[in-house]
């Protein structure tokens, strides 16, 4: 017995130690090494594309902002449009012509010299409908806009009509070498992209041409590279954090921001308020497959306000975001500082008020069960994108909210194709449950979403003509905001779109996550910002110091 | 049978299953819902790019039966088409892939089979083998894929191999255990044993030759396992292996990739349903 | 035979505690109690709440009954498909056999995946949690047979090719009966399969919540709760979130216990 009780041990662990070097192989292996002084984070999926021109996607934006050298920069931080490539730039009083001067003595990151035919050839390039450029559209008329370059210094661009915030669009236009498109190898900007190796890194490395100083004449950027390691698992992305592998985390969901926290609570920040919003609404489309009287709830108002007042948003942000969320009520969050109106009316958490409204609305409690007139059960779903825990947390709240007033809410997840299929094409859902990410502060931004005639308008998409008189109005306020020069008369437009929205609760608005970022403390010059980039809009001026 | 022939029927039985998969897949992808949606399509920065590339498709897919015919037709060319979400040749994504998959199933399928079968053969060979090694083995199964690797991240402890190997090697183990000790109750080996025959010779004359083909039947079940396993192993210790781009190219009803990838699964499968049909030959000791 | 009788009383005695739970004046497993998410354990919640503040006893209780009893169905169906199956293919006429070992290996490579959603876009939005999982248990049965049929078919034409088989046919014994010395051969392949499927099918199912299927809010999800663990964030939080995981260890190893294999 003991004999081949021992035979078998020591076969087993001579084979084993065969594969010790499997074993031993950790997790960390994939890390690619890092240079000296160079900065590490993650971005979630491969970039589609490292052509500037092209970018249409979060990830290959992030990467054109850290290469692309652009006339204009739209400053994170303070939230101003500021010169880059430029000297200087001015607008014509009817919003038709932009003037812009550019440095002299500029230079590509190979050496060769950036004049105004470089601009002007990627301007035109952007703007040509083969490129395909996302960009394009933004100038509303592309095909109409002319460039004149009376000398190597200075580029005119003639716009056939005025376009609301022009200087933040050359702030997404790379200035690449004239006819000599790189991707992103060839570059104005800080970084220039080194190596990509595909599901694994991007790693950009400095541009020694780089035209910016730091105050003491120290060139720019301090780092002496970037890796953008492509890592979908935060918990991977924690562990590697925790081991200096990773200088910082720019979207750390609660839960994770709860756990750094109380291992090291210097290296996490909640910055407040995001720009983005979380909200649920109803399917108001008049062509979706739904019964008759579903869409009749749906498309009363008193209903939508009853179900608004019922939903306890501070519980949503104290629980499903552990409180690093605020209540929402409106679609412009209050880190929006210039567009940011407090004086907004909404509906607020009131169970007994919803109640009375859905009485006055012709509906009435059975045994516990809400039924509209003609008696029908109230009962909906709520879709939400699997893989999301707080918003699971938050339809799962609301469902016990919205069991108060006798509604029988069921809850379903589903993988994002399947998800916007529903939305987007088919329109057969009843409720959703999504957020919105807003980049930029200027609600001109939001323009898709508010139009009625747009794909973009969630609850009811690409309506012919307004369906009701409320959403002509918000057609009309938008329209009147994108085409004012006035800066009051437009903050006015969009106060008065807020307040309709308020008042009829398309989107119903639940929270604004607050921004949660973690950065190692060895990481100087760090100033961060609410809007994307959050943590490295900067890049050039951030740096290690000491040893790791 | 004559060798040549087997080998044709096994080709022909092949070939008929890469068939059968390659036609079942296309259907399966292009009628789950999403395939023409895209995330980007609710952003309205990313909207129109992300509808002219669904259009493009659509045209492309429209009818179900030239879509079969084009794939069917692109494979026989050896040309598996252009992923959708990476934007370049299929086998250009795949091969480097291949071999980090193909590494970490064969050392996990190894190290477990050595781990199980020791395990079964120490458990089994016990007059009154207790519980001691069906706790460890019950308590490996009942933990998820997923909730391992994390532990193992949180340890610092073990990689994937080392996930894939105690996962495999718990189920293994269930089924061997129960063999191997039928195989040491057979009346025969109750009598030898009692007539003080030693146990290594019992082992390697009677209970191994005995629970071969059974132990040769599981290699299929424990390589369909493996291949099961690899999708949450490789997501979550990021390993950039064929699971992890299965994954993606699910989420994103990638059809190529998914092609290719199932194509793979297809081989793997018929490759173990011969492993099992030809034990090695331990009948000769 | 004492062990299999105490180990079949302990499972009993604990799915009657887990009723008894439930059936407790106060007990819900969906009450959120909003004061007290990641409570620790009170008299009020004796194993503490879970992140919403639902009561995590009266919660695992509710998964237990559920995903016990769903999953152990699904596993005794599948089980029994295999065994049907594979003994079919394996005693039948030699086409049958090739052409079900085909089918199986087809099955096997095909991305079910896209089958889920497709259920999932089948059923109408407001389907019931509880109808739900019951389609979810239903489908994962319906899918994981072929890889044990496939075993099961090889033990049993190494059965039909046996000394003993032969000298059965040749005494004229019929197919019916020969397959009644068979299953029994067969038990060291299926009894592991169905104790290995169970623990598979209670997290298979909470993985499927990605796409829609699976035990929807608030039924309270035995593999959801298996799935926390996997969040390192929520293990720092709270030591009973290891709780479902030991509730399903011990009901797993009362299970072989009962079922004689220790």
Redesign the interface.
Known sequence: ?R???M???I??FS??AL?AP??A???A??AAPRMPGELAWTIG??P?TFDPAKV??QESELVRYLTAGVLLRFDRFTQKIEPQLAESWNLSPDGKTLTFKLYSGLQFSDGSSLTSKDVAWSIRRVLLPAT?A?VA?EFLSPSGVTIDTPDLRTVIVHLPQRVIGIGKIFDEIAIEPASRPSEGRVTSGPFIVAEYR???YVRLRPNPHYAKHDASGHPLPYAAGVRLDI???H??E??LFEHGEYDLIDSL?P??F??LK?KTPSSVRDLGPSLNTEQMWFNQAPQAPLPAWEKAWFQSRSFRVAVSQAI?RA?LA??AYLGHATPAYSFVSPANAAWYDSKIVAPRADVAAAKAGLANAGFRFHDGVLQDSAGHPV???I?TN??NDAR??M???I??DLAALGIQV????????????????TQ???ACL?GL?N?DPDPN?????WLSN???HQWDPSEKTPATSWEAEIDRAMNRQASSSNDAERKQAVDRVQQIVADEQPFIYLVYPNVLVAFSPQLKGIQPAVLEPELVWNAESLRLEGTR | MRPAVAAVKWLARTLAIVFLVLAGSTILVRCAPGYLSDAREMDSRYADAARAELSAEAARSGSMLHMLSSEVSGWTHGNAGISRQYGIPVFELIRPRLAVTGGLLLRSLGLAWVLALSAALLSSAGRNPSMLWQIPATVLLAIPTAAMATLCLLGDRGGPVFVMALLLAARDFKFLHRALRKAWLDPHLLQARAQGMRMYRLLVAHVLPATSPQISALASLSIVTALSALVPVEVIFNIPGLGQLAWNAAMNRDLPVLLAVTMMMAVAVTLAGMASDHPPGWRSA | MRVKLFAAYALAALVLMAAAVLTAPHASYSRQDREAPFAAASRKHPAGTDALGRDRLARVAAALLLSLTGAAVASAATTAAAAGIGALAAFGKAHVGWTAMLICDVFLALPWLFLLMMVRSALPLTTSPASSAAITFLVLAALGWPACAQAVYRGARNLRNSEWMFHARAGGLRSAQMMRSVIPNLIPLLLPQFLVSIPAFVIAEANLGALGLGIGEPLPSWGGMLLELDNSATLFDTRWVYFPVALLITVLLLLEAAAGEA
């Open positions: 017995m004999t081949l009780k035979r078998i041990w076969a087993t084979i084993a594969f499997a074993l192989h950790t997790c292996a994939q999926y491969d589609k249409d996607d395909g996302p559209e595909r599901s694994q890592l979908e698992n918990e991977q924690i562990r969901p839960d994770y709860e756990l109380k306890h519980d104290r629980i009962r909906f779903s879709l699997a893989g699971l947390k339809a799962t709240l469902q016990q069921t809850v379903v997840p589903l993988d994002f194709p399947a998800l916007i299929e529903r939305l987007m094409h057969d859902y009843e999504l990410e980049v931004a939001m323009m898709n979403i747009s794909p973009n």
